[in-house]
C-alpha cells in the first residue's frame, strides 16, 4: 500500500512561484516513476510533469515546459514540482501519482498511475 499526501498549493498572482511537495509512504516508493497531473473545473485530469525513480530522466506537458521543474528525494519519499511564471491557465487541483509497473520510463497517461494523492488546490489570479 502507498500513500501520498500533496502540500504547498495556495493562490499566487501571474509571474509567482510555488513549491508542490508529495510524500509518500510505503516501501516501494524509491523504485517507482512518479508524476504530477492537474485538473481545472469541467476539464480532464492531464499531465503535468513525471520523473523516473533515479531522477535521471524527466518529461513535461508542453504548456509548463522551461517554467516548471520535478524532482524527488528518495531519502525523504518525497517528490517536488517547482512551479514558477505562473499563468492563469495554471489554475487546477494538483495530483502525484505512483506507478507500480516497472516501468523505465516515466509515463504520461493518466491510466498507468496505480495510486493518487488527495490533490492540492493552486489558484493563480492575473
Do not use: H
Request: proline share 4%; hydrophobic share 35%; with cysteine.
Amino acid at each position: 500500500q502507498v500513500q501520498l499526501v500533496e502540500s504547498g498549493g495556495g493562490l499566487v498572482q501571474a509571474g509567482g512561484s510555488l513549491r508542490l511537495s508529495c510524500a509518500a509512504s510505503g516501501r516501494t516508493f524509491n523504485r517507482q516513476p512518479m508524476g504530477w497531473f492537474r485538473q481545472a473545473p469541467g476539464k480532464e485530469r492531464e499531465f503535468v510533469a513525471a520523473i523516473a525513480w533515479s531522477g535521471g530522466s524527466t518529461d513535461y506537458a508542453d504548456s509548463v515546459k522551461g517554467r516548471f521543474t520535478i524532482s524527488r528525494d528518495n531519502a525523504k519519499s518525497t517528490v517536488y514540482l517547482q512551479m514558477n511564471s505562473l499563468k492563469p491557465e495554471d489554475t487546477a487541483v494538483y495530483y502525484c501519482a505512483v506507478t507500480l509497473r516497472g516501468a523505465t520510463v516515466p509515463p504520461r497517461v493518466r491510466y498507468e498511475y496505480d495510486y493518487w494523492g488527495q490533490g492540492t488546490q493552486v489558484t493563480v489570479s492575473s
